[in-house]
């Protein structure tokens, strides 16, 4: 039988970003050929802070986005016949 030596680790520190630390970006994203859903996702992470190393569920880190050309976004299947947008 093999014995193991367990070493103690260390505790990880993370550090948690305060609200007054937290720095907003404005960001631009061209929407035209991209698929209406997909595009909804990536802004809404954009829009949480998911995108960024300092996300916190807890803290507002998310940056302002200004969305061009939002009328020539793809609808794929028959979501153009079928809704109304």
């Known amino acids: 039988m093999r014995s193991f030596a367990f070493r103690k680790r260390e505790p990880m520190k993370t550090t948690i970003p305060k609200a007054s630390a937290v720095t907003h970006a ?11 859903g997909r595009l909804a996702v990536v ?18 880190t998310g940056d302002m ?8 976004v793809r609808l794929t299947g028959n979501k153009e016949e079928q809704k109304i947008y």
Do not use: E, F, S
């Open 26 to 36: 404005w960001k631009l994203v061209d929407a035209a050929d991209l698929p209406a």
């Open 65 to 72: 986005i200004v969305v061009v050309n939002a009328a020539k």
């Open 43 to 60: 802004l809404a992470n954009m829009l949480r802070g998911k995108d960024r190393p300092d996300y916190t569920p807890h803290t507002c």
